[in-house]
């Protein structure tokens, strides 16, 4: 009995100018983004990135009122090496992230601020693939993520922003959404491979802290490795795949 055939993947849209970039924790955007965001800089569109949190609970040997700086002044630096120069964050409690209104509200504001066509968060499904169990404030800011998008351009659904001058923002188009287990779409690796590989090695102390491997070896077979997986299903190029949502 042969393996069923996976669809080929499609690619992801072009006709945008503007991307915003939702996730919970600093390097959540490096394990797997960063390549098809470099080649999105390249191309002249503006991404701004928005974390949830500061990653202050994600190392156990550094209290959190070092970890977090640190791990903010690494983002900062990651997000630079692919072109992206507008990094915020949002203040939420790394490790409790709760889903629920004051979320939706925050990422509505971002919506609204940065007015952008495409979304991008991380997977909000409960694993990864069935195999390994997700974390909590990766599901909360993914599932949040794609329920702000909307909530982004009602102006009855947090009155208080307009309040605050941020009109409805109803021009979202499309939510990518990283990490899934069922992507659709997908966006060649290799023109941004190596700047993604940089981007993540800003992430040294977390790295050091993950694996006692060397750090740019990791790095790099890891991202690799994903994007040569990916590339199966897209003609052969190595990717960075989505589950793309219309709206």
Known sequence: MTEPTLPQLQPMPDDWERALAVVAHPDDLEYGCSAAIAAWTDAGREVTYVLATRGEAGIDTLEPGECGPLREREQRASAAVVGVTEVEFLGHRDGVIEYG???????????RR?????????????TWGGVAWNTPDHVAVGRATLDAAG???????????????????NGVRWVAVAGSSTPTHAVEATPGMERAVHSLL??????????????????????????ERTGERFGGRPAVAFELFTR
Do not use: M, S
């Open 202 to 227: 800003e992430h040294r102390t977390y790295i050091e802290a993950l694996t006692d491997e060397e750090p740019e070896a990791y790095v790099r077979d890891f991202l690799t490795g994903y994007a």
């Open 101 to 111: 209104t004051a979320l939706r509200r925050d990422i509505a504001a971002a919506v």
């Open 151 to 169: 909530d982004a351009g009602n102006r009855w659904i947090f009155p208080e922003l307009v309040a605050q001058g941020l009109q409805p923002w």
């Open 114 to 126: 940065h007015r952008p066509e495409l979304v991008i968060t991380l997977n909000h499904r409960d």
